[in-house]
């Protein structure tokens, strides 16, 4: 298979696994209709990239220019109708394709920032962004603060992937090595995270101006 | 009248209920001052308008491009300080404004992201969004999940007027009466859910993953 | 010193205190890894700019373009690693500091969009939205009603400083001296209110639609 189209595969499984695990988050947090259900689950998996394509200037963003995204988000939205209670199996392979899609996004979140000519910094924070911030919209709109700021180890490995790939691009290493390298790197620590139930520190919490 | 004319009036009598619909409903929600009231009124009237140009390219948004629209806005925001318990007539009154809002913001909204190129179900999708976003959007600030995504019959009847507009424009239908059938069925379905309390179905609430 | 190096210098240490500020208020507010106190901190300081810079289309914003202004913030946002408890000086040293960011913020977005051709209504929309829309978001993502729609005086000097700067400009004066007026009109603003615990009106709270 073309590498090309290995990564498209990549990215479609880690948009289904988005919008799937979106939509089981959203569920858990608030009482949905079927519509709030779908578009929590599109917006968990498309919401991070359309942001960095906004900020990027990539408008219309890739999401809404070309119709797979749409329906393999909305498909992955529509699991939680079909298995109410998924088993031990399913909930895996969701964090298995959830882990890749981090991957997946922080790398070419970065990869498309640079392109667009922006800072080293900025192209870094880009790729946390593709890799976050459909998560963060969601919980937003069921009233949660954000999960990836109060815990649990997923800003980091994508910071980390965005960065391998940024400082490589910087030093002129414009290879696919480098993307794998990045994507790996956000991978392994992101499956250590969930494995090993590594936290960032916290932040101080007496803090009161 | 001119049609152009008569769509330009039917769209602000839309922009000012919504103001003064989205004003009451964060009243409702939270205690705010005069300017959050104003602040939120206007989000709740040209926030999904403006996240469709953002999206589609239409940068700086229609509504930041012409006086007109903020200026509607800000009247219909103002409604709570002159009419405290808005009788039924008023609620009526603002209820019939919002439907005709929904329906023909979904039909602009569709319109506009075909002529800017994007998928047909990308244009569904901008048709929605530009009728519920700023509804959404307003509902974050006052902390509540967003009204659209938990219950009522409000985001459907936007994806049927869209719909049928994009559906028409692919089989190159592109004459008015496409418009004006697409908004008519959205205004028909919002009022029939209305008067009958018509729901889309819940989502599983025991998904639990 | 020159005048845009004086301006640099200003709208840096508005930033850090918006940073500061904000990562503060983010901690107060919610429990956090260090990842999302950072976050949370830059995203008051440069969210109002951002959505700014995306608004009148000057894209990629200003704070992703060069690097200095995700460092600067990064740096404020850190403080409270540092000072876990800021003693009464540094509390009032990050007030003058926000103060001095919200006079310069609302006159250096109604000026950028103005050059962009945004109408006057809109140019002081986005002035005030540079000035109190990193605040805004970062209060979103704690849960908290935005605390500038509630209480305190901190939107009215940020429309007065825009709305000096845009009639100036609407009236053909273009001069420097309009800039630094309405920024000092709206620093005094804002000092009067926190001095005098100035409130905008309430909205009336018994609106019951």
Same mark, same amino acid.
């Given at each position: 298979?073309?590498?090309?189209?290995?990564?498209?595969?990549?990215?479609?499984?880690?948009?289904?696994?988005?919008?799937?695990?979106?939509?089981?988050?959203?569920?858990?947090? !608030?009482?949905?209709?079927?519509?709030?259900? +779908?578009?929590? =689950?599109?917006?968990? @998996? $498309? /919401? *991070? #990239?359309?942001? %960095? &394509?906004?900020?990027?200037?990539?408008?219309?963003?890739?999401?809404?220019?070309?119709?797979?995204?749409?329906?393999?988000?909305?498909?992955?939205?529509?699991?939680?109708?079909?298995?109410?209670?998924?088993?031990?199996?399913?909930?895996?392979?969701?964090?298995?394709?959830?882990?890749?899609?981090?991957?997946?996004?922080?790398?070419?979140?970065?990869?498309?920032?640079?392109? !667009?000519?922006?800072?080293?910094?900025?192209? +870094?924070?880009? =790729?946390?962004?593709? @890799? $976050? /911030? *459909? #998560?963060?919209? %969601? &919980?937003?709109?069921?009233?949660?603060?954000?999960?990836?700021?109060?815990?649990?180890?997923?800003?980091?490995?994508?910071?980390?992937?965005?960065?391998?790939?940024?400082?490589?691009?910087?030093?002129?290493?414009?290879?696919?090595?480098?993307?794998?390298?990045?994507?790996?790197?956000?991978?392994?620590?992101?499956?250590?995270?969930?494995?090993?139930?590594?936290?960032?520190?916290?932040?101080?919490?007496?803090?009161?101006?």
């Amino acid at each position: 298979m073309h590498v090309d189209t290995l990564i498209l595969v990549a990215d479609l499984l880690g948009t289904f696994a988005f919008a799937a695990g979106g939509a089981y988050t959203a569920l858990r947090a !608030a009482k949905l209709d079927i519509v709030g259900m +779908i578009f929590l =689950g599109v917006v968990s @998996a $498309v /919401g *991070g #990239g359309i942001i %960095r &394509d906004v900020l990027i200037g990539n408008i219309p963003p890739i999401a809404l220019d070309v119709w797979y995204y749409l329906v393999v988000a909305t498909a992955g939205s529509l699991l939680p109708m079909v298995l109410h209670r998924p088993n031990r199996l399913l909930k895996m392979t969701v964090q298995l394709f959830d882990s890749v899609g981090l991957s997946l996004f922080c790398v070419v979140g970065a990869v498309k920032a640079m392109s !667009a000519g922006l800072t080293p910094l900025a192209a +870094i924070t880009m =790729g946390a962004i593709t @890799a $976050v /911030g *459909g #998560g963060v919209l %969601r &919980d937003l709109m069921v009233k949660r603060v954000p999960e990836v700021l109060r815990t649990g180890f997923y800003v980091i490995p994508a910071l980390v992937g965005a960065t391998i790939v940024v400082v490589a691009g910087v030093v002129d290493v414009t290879s696919p090595w480098a993307s794998l390298a990045g994507g790996l790197a956000a991978w392994l620590l992101r499956m250590l995270g969930v494995w090993r139930g590594l936290q960032a520190p916290s932040a101080p919490t007496e803090a009161a101006p």
